[in-house]
């Protein structure tokens, strides 16, 4: 074979010319649309005179060269790879042109270009496999580029019409169960905070699957492959081709931006997007929260074309009779039918009543039945009518009840929200429509989040885990349910304004929901005080809930069961909607408690903050049942120890810990490692000392250990029992077993001072590279004097960084504070930790305050 290579560093050099050239031109128009069809007719070109060089003089015959994928439609990205399909008319074609196949993928890197190559026979391109359907799916997308035409004339007008018919279901239904998965992934939502702008609902991957499954449609119907020139496949429809530039914007920003094939739109990129007013028509720079919200319109778009396509796919499996059976059932009163789980409107309606559309989503809301492409398309248009038409007060009230209590309410919300519906019903909703606020916890906008909120609570009627069951219990119990949905559906309207205590906000912009729907007085307060004290619960969380000062000052702003029964479940289904591992079963457990301290109290029983052996010798008879034979010890164990690390440890681990404490005559400090709850733990038990805890947090850090829980305990006799809870990021201690008994002895080593703590993070200092914050977290002092009768209680929320926890308590020991009571919490990048804290055995006065924050606001500086 003779190759003419001597073009290759022309070629490469016109590549990184023009395409620089294009990305100039796109940082000039900010059309991303017409920068990937530059890119790829530049491709086009660049391929085709590689396979000229090298085909020079060799049977090009039966050899076809087929852009497929993205280069296939025309849409190469700016780091996107470049999908090449070599087809050969048979194997022996195959063999005999390897080594050319080979050469003109390695020329195309040499050029610059990222070659994705594959090669198949035209037998091979005739058969669908179920495990690789990616390369079928390619096969929708692709163009002649160079080599024999009339193969590539038989596998286009031939062979894929035949292969798209004989094997439709199979492609349609792998295909459906492909896009359903990747959206199952992503939470089945548009609405997360970092979307992947090509694989997330919404995203760039559901615009191709529904121009797929649109021609697979027509080339059923029509028998023949569509052309693109007259099939609806590739006919313009203003709304999504709107949304499709606006993300191909986006794209090729992130493209350029990163200079590689990443898709995750983060913060910091969503920033300089806005300030670019990428993907708009306006030039010059934008609002973050504005241009999010235009990515949000965009997607949801994209996503409810794709996932109406998708839902008119047809079961995999269906019997020849239900093949011609498609039944109509017409909904009383209304133009609209039902048809396989689809409601339609009948072609002959001509206005839609605005009663018909709120009865309808009542309908949605109890048994989930979704709306036809063609309902959607007439509701929206008849928007200006039924503004006109929605009706109000008790009639209105009836209407919004009835969804609410639907189990599928989150479901009928969503379609109603999308449609702008449920913006004229509740104009006061629309101010979270796509509302993103940053912080460093939240996955999703405030609007899906209070989706969310509602579709967890209704979950509750089917509970699965154990901890479920028991919130489970509360629901029926609660009188009007229908009035702590609308609570639900409200309480977070109020972060539309930004500013000040969202629950206020809430309840204000509530008040005029309330005059509409003309409730009574009793009515009005009962969603009010849901509202105003919806954060409450999570508020105690953070402070030690089995002390007697949290759980009366939790009851006392809810003051009745009902309220609090609410408040319960609100809080439960809030947390879990955060993020989907927010809910760990450990915050379950102790919103259980606190429910549980606080109901006692309202029932007038309250524990005590402190144990005592003589007052409530109960537990001591129930350790005593597993060490029957030292009393006398358990007894001097147990004394003075907090309510909370008996309600909050099993009898077997609190004799775990009295065993460790027998052992300090022989090692004065015990150490015990377990996992829990995929979370290393560490439990000290030795005698208190200046620094103590300081030291223990040092020690964890210079392993690399992320802490994101840890409390600290100590009885009478200055015992002390530390546990803390962390992370292991690198997986030392996973990977390599052997490590933990050096893990350990360096926590010993440590806490018996036989090692340096600062020398140690000072090695691990050097190891570390800090990474840009994605949110800038305001570091915080809040003291509290009255919440506790014996200690003062500072709550610090500050980033969380290594070392954060040691310098904290050094800071402590500075300052002769001592801690009685440590709660470490950590949710993203934020660390909140609670901790109550004596001086000279009383509360710190507020010179002592004022001193102790000028200590930590200098440790603070040192992390910086």
């Known amino acids: 074979m003779t190759a003419d290579l001597s073009l290759l560093p022309q070629l490469r050099s016109l590549y990184q010319q023009e395409s620089e050239d294009v990305r100039q031109s796109f940082e000039r128009s900010g059309d991303g649309s017409a920068a990937i069809r530059r890119r790829a007719t530049l491709v086009d070109n660049i391929v085709r005179q590689i396979w000229t060089g090298l085909s020079s003089g060799a049977d090009r015959s039966n050899l076809a060269l087929v852009a497929t994928g993205g280069f296939g439609r025309k849409e190469l990205f700016p780091f996107s790879d470049v999908d090449i399909l070599y087809v050969c008319a048979n194997e022996s074609v195959e063999r005999d042109s390897h080594e050319l196949l080979r050469a003109t993928t390695q020329a195309m890197w040499d050029a610059g270009l990222r070659a994705s190559p594959a090669t198949r026979t035209l037998k091979e391109c005739d058969r669908v496999d179920p495990d690789n359907l990616e390369f079928t799916v390619s096969l929708l997308d692709r163009r002649f580029i160079a080599g024999d035409a009339g193969l590539y004339k038989r596998l286009e007008s031939e062979l894929l019409p035949t292969l798209g018919l004989r094997d439709w279901d199979t492609i349609v239904q792998n295909l459906g169960e492909i896009a359903r998965a990747r959206h199952a992934k992503y939470g089945n939502t548009i609405f997360h905070l970092e979307p992947n702008i090509k694989e997330c609902p919404g995203g760039l991957r559901d615009y191709h699957v529904a121009q797929w499954l649109t021609l697979l449609a027509t080339l059923k119907s029509e028998k023949a492959w569509p052309k693109p020139e007259t099939n609806s496949f590739y006919a313009t429809h ?284 009793e009515e009005r307060e009962t969603v009010r005080r849901i509202i105003r004290h919806h954060l409450e619960m999570s508020l105690a969380l953070r402070r030690d809930i089995f002390a007697a000062e949290t759980i009366r000052a939790l009851a006392e702003k809810i003051g009745t069961q009902p309220q609090l029964k609410m408040l319960t479940l609100m809080t439960y289904a809030d947390i879990k909607a955060v993020a989907p591992d927010a809910l760990t079963p450990w915050k379950a457990e102790n919103l259980w408690q606190l429910y549980m301290g606080a109901s006692n109290f309202l029932d007038r029983s309250v524990d005590e903050v402190r144990y005592h052996v003589d007052a409530d010798p109960a537990v001591l008879n129930r350790i005593m049942a597993l060490a029957p034979d030292r009393a006398p010890e358990l007894r001097a164990f147990l004394e003075g120890l907090p309510q909370r690390y008996l309600q909050t440890r099993l009898p077997d681990q609190i004799r775990s810990h009295f065993m460790m404490a027998l052992q300090l005559a022989k090692e004065p400090v015990q150490v015990a490692f377990r996992t829990v709850r995929q979370l290393n733990e560490i439990t000290l038990v030795t005698t208190d000392r200046p620094l103590l805890f300081a030291d223990m947090a040092g020690v964890l850090s210079s392993w690399g250990m992320n802490i994101v829980k840890a409390d600290a305990f100590s009885n009478a006799a200055g015992l002390i029992i530390d546990t803390f809870q962390f992370t292991d990021p690198f997986e030392t201690l996973a990977l390599n077993p052997s490590e933990i008994d050096r893990f350990l002895q360096s926590i010993r080593d440590a806490i018996g001072q036989q090692v340096s703590i600062e020398k140690l993070l000072n090695a691990r200092r050097h190891a570390n590279r800090r990474t840009q914050a994605k949110v800038n977290i305001e570091t915080r002092f809040e003291f509290d004097s009255d919440s506790s009768s014996h200690s003062t209680l500072l709550q610090v929320v500050a980033p969380d960084t290594p070392g954060l926890l040691r310098e904290i308590a050094k800071s402590f020991a500075k300052c002769g504070c001592n801690i009685e009571v440590a709660l470490i919490d950590t949710e993203g990048e934020m660390a909140i930790d609670v901790f109550y804290l004596t001086a000279e055995g009383r509360k710190l006065t507020t010179g002592a305050q004022l001193l102790l924050t000028a200590a930590l606001e200098q440790a603070m500086d040192l992390l910086k």
């Open 238 to 521: 203003n709304e999504r081709e709107s949304a499709y530039d606006f993300l191909a914007a986006a794209r090729c920003f992130l493209h350029y931006r990163n200079r590689r094939d990443d898709n995750i739109l983060d913060w910091h990129a969503q920033d300089e997007a806005a300030a670019q007013s990428v993907g708009l028509e306006t030039r010059g720079s934008a609002d973050p929260a504005y241009w999010m919200r235009t990515y949000y319109r965009h997607a949801r778009t994209i996503y409810r074309r794709a996932a109406l396509l998708l839902d008119d796919l047809p079961p995999a499996r269906r019997s020849f009779y239900k093949q011609f059976k498609r039944k109509r059932t017409p909904v009383p009163g209304t133009d609209f039918f039902l048809e396989q789980g689809r409601l339609d409107l009948d072609e002959t309606a001509t206005d839609i009543d605005g009663d018909a559309i709120l009865r309808i989503f009542g309908i949605i809301a109890t048994h989930g039945y979704k709306l036809s492409q063609n309902a959607e398309d007439r509701i929206a248009d008849s928007l200006p009518v039924l503004a006109v038409q929605m009706p109000e007060g008790p009639f209105l009230w009836n209407c919004l009840r009835e969804v609410l209590l639907g189990p599928y309410a989150a479901h009928a919300l969503r379609t109603m929200h999308a449609l702008g519906i449920l913006e004229l019903l509740i104009p006061e909703f629309h101010g979270i429509d796509s509302l993103v606020i940053r912080d460093s916890y939240h996955r999703y906008t405030v609007d899906e989040h209070t989706f969310l909120v509602i579709d967890n609570v209704h979950a509750l009627r089917q509970p699965h885990q154990d901890w479920e069951k028991r919130f489970a219990t509360l629901l029926p119990e609660i009188d009007r349910l229908d009035l702590f949905f609308l609570a639900l559906l409200m309480h977070d309207t109020g972060k539309a304004r930004r500013t000040g205590n969202h629950a206020i906000q809430s309840v204000e912009l509530t008040e005029n929901l309330f005059a509409r729907l003309e409730f009574d007085t």
